[in-house]
């Protein structure tokens, strides 16, 4: 980025070379001119490589295993509190595709979560009333 | 072929402590006479249940940890579906899922105790090396 930022700055410089010899009263336009410069530059990488800010119009984050992060190995079936962050509204187990969780504590979590419904800690269907 | 389960019933909530204690303790009996023992009893309280059950919306859980064969859980739920009071129960067998925490546990102590000597003796090293 700061590479960049010298290359343009001095091909600004290496332009104005020649400017600064035709007319005498250029002295200050390299500090002047360079500001513009950057200042275009800005909003124009983001759509470029760059792309880290406001570029992209939905930006995704890369879901992570909360079980992998957080070092959860224990699921447990009375666990009720941990185990309905991953019951939707309705009562289904939300896929793994929308929460993150890897294969393995996905196939534990779901074993749990129906245990859990067997002992009427969780609903099957609808809320817990 | 000892083996390790978790037993959680619920009662009914109207049901007095007493009584509780009573179907509790012949359970307790009934585990001790068929060669197995109780490791741990946990009277989890009054809960509100996620759906209704036997025309309850409450419930009292109960956690029984139980140590022993097959043949005696199939015992203990063959009471627990007699006893009238016990609305609802689950038999979980715990004892592989706990030796599998207990592997995983070991080896993160054993990761967390080797990074902290490893690197002392290898910058030693190096330094020996740079002074050498």
Redesign the interface.
Known sequence: MTEEIRATTAASSGGERPAGGDRPSGGDRPSFGDRPDRGERRPSRPGGPGGREGGRKYFRRKKVCKFCVE?I??IN??DVRLLAQFVAESGKIVPRRLTGVCTPHQRRLSSAIK?A????????A?R?? | MNRTYEL?F?VRPDMVEEEQDKLISTLETAVTSSGGNVKSVEKMGK?????M?RRF?D?IYV?LTVEGGGGLIHELERRLRVTEPVI???T?RIDE?QK??DK??AI?DAKRKTPPPAPVPEAGGETAEVTA
């Open positions: 070092k190995e224990a079936y009375k245990q419904r067997n002992i009427a800690l969780l609903p099957f609808g817990a009333s | 959680m619920i809960r509100r249940l996620a759906y059950v919306h419930g956690l609802k129960f689950i979980v899922e599998r925490l995983i546990k993160r």
